[in-house]
Structure formats: structure tokens, C-alpha cells
């Protein structure tokens, strides 16, 4: 699904839906050991924490444009992050 910024902007239910997912980010990084971290310290771990905070206890204080820059910048960077980190997907045959 392919959005604008204004588009997301002015619905509800995707800003929802994107809370709900960096909630869900930001929890999986908080419950990743100390050590992976630290072994791992290109990637914002702190950073992802304290957007899941923010959004859990201060739902009042998320800035959508803020969330969207996230995902247009921050997201993209992690994905690649993450993707070096994971054992490579075994050959599935036809």
C-alpha cells in the first residue's frame, strides 16, 4: 500500500496500526538481552525502546509527522539492520 504523508496524516485507523507495530518493535527490542545489544550497537535499540514507551504511556504525546519520518527513513535502515543479523532462508524446492 503505497501512502502520502497527508493521507496518513488524516486517518486514524493506519495512524492506529503504525502505533501498534512500533509498540510491538520496540517491546521485541526491550526483551533482547543486554549483551546482543551491546554486540550489535549499529542499531538504535534505545532509541526503538523509548518510541514504544512513548506511545504505551504518553499516547498524548505521539507525533504522527514524527512516526512518518520514521518510516520513510528510520525503518528502511532497520530492516537492513535486522536482515544481517537473521540466518539466511533455506532454499525451498519446486
Not at 501498534?20 to 549499529?42: L, N, V
Request: charged share 30%; hydrophobic share 40%; with cysteine.
Amino acid at each position: 500500500m503505497n501512502m502520502s504523508c497527508d493521507s496518513y496524516l488524516v486517518d486514524d485507523l493506519v495512524q492506529s496500526a503504525v502505533e501498534r507495530k512500533f509498540e510491538i518493535i520496540g517491546e521485541a527490542a526491550r526483551r533482547i538481552s543486554d549483551e546482543f545489544r551491546q554486540a550489535h550497537p549499529e542499531i538504535d535499540w534505545r532509541s526503538l525502546i523509548g518510541l514504544r514507551n512513548i506511545i504505551s504511556h504518553r499516547y498524548d504525546q505521539v507525533d504522527h509527522a514524527l512516526l512518518w519520518d520514521s518510516i520513510e527513513t528510520v525503518l528502511p535502515i532497520l530492516l537492513e539492520q535486522i536482515k544481517t543479523l537473521l540466518p539466511p532462508m533455506p532454499e525451498i524446492e519446486e
